[in-house]
Nanobody, 122 residues
Framework: QVQLVESGGGLVQAGGSLTLSCAASGGTFDLYAMGWFRQAPGKEREFVAQIPRSGGSAAYADSVKGRFTVSRDNAKNTVYLQMNSLKIEDTAVYYC???????????????WGQGTQITVSS
């Protein structure tokens, strides 16, 4: 059983930057592809980014491409989401997830963190 704990959320002004971290425990981290998802109030959960277990080519949602960067440190059992040029519409609860597939839909992920709130203000 893998436990995931996100950190780094908070309030930031539009145009600012924030980095989220997700620490994993209870499993072999480098066996898992890691993903980031988000859910805004009243909206469905949506895919943000995914990085394969080797840290190779990452995948991004079109809405964040060029602004967000996902990375991982397998020695630290941690995945990161660097978010730049934040927009008000990036406001959401952000979740990290772990799975064995490189698919980007939520059903491909087996384990989820509790989420961390990001609020982008004008």
């Amino acid at each position: 059983q893998v436990q995931l704990v996100e950190s780094g959320g908070g309030l930031v002004q539009a145009g600012g930057s924030l980095t989220l971290s997700c620490a994993a425990s209870g499993g072999t981290f480098d066996l898992y592809a890691m993903g980031w998802f988000r859910q805004a109030p009243g909206k469905e959960r949506e895919f943000v980014a995914q990085i394969p277990r080797s840290g190779g080519s990452a995948a991004y949602a079109d809405s964040v491409k060029g602004r967000f960067t996902v990375s991982r440190d397998n020695a630290k059992n941690t995945v990161y989401l660097q978010m730049n040029s934040l927009k008000i519409e990036d406001t959401a609860v952000y979740y990290c997830a772990a799975g064995f597939s490189t698919r980007t839909d939520g059903t491909a992920f087996n384990y989820w963190g509790q989420g961390t709130q990001i609020t982008v203000s004008s």
